[in-house]
């Protein structure tokens, strides 16, 4: 017995994507709202019928990014901060590095 390894649970919801209507929840919860008040504030029914074409459009769109990839909107706003270029430091006390890049 004391030979045995301890084995603990990973529930899945620890490690599955939040999704929503099996889109990203955020961008789900976005366009819903955005179509709603489109339906709801414009009071037409060409305004309603936009609203929801821009759903499903919408909507589906979205399920196809998630299966491509389920926090692709995360990896994107984390990409768009990087910078081009990092220069190389030798310590923390070092100057700065002056790169000029050629074009």
């Not at 789900?28 to 414009?42: E, H, I, N, Q």
């Not at 609203?51 to 994107?76: C, E, Q, T």
Request: net charge positive; proline share 6%; charged share 15%.
């Amino acid at each position: 017995m004391a030979s045995e390894l301890r084995r603990v649970p990973i529930h899945a919801s620890l490690s599955r994507p939040d999704l929503l209507f099996g889109c990203e929840r955020q961008l789900a919860l976005l366009v819903s709202m955005t179509s709603l008040v489109l339906v709801v504030v414009a009071i037409t029914w060409l305004a309603a019928a936009l609203g929801v074409l821009i759903w499903f459009g919408a909507m589906a769109a979205l399920r196809s990014m998630a299966k491509a990839d389920p926090i692709l909107s995360k990896v994107y706003l984390r990409h768009i901060r990087y910078r081009n270029y990092y220069p190389a430091h030798a310590t923390i006390f070092s100057p700065p590095a002056r790169h000029v890049r050629n074009r």
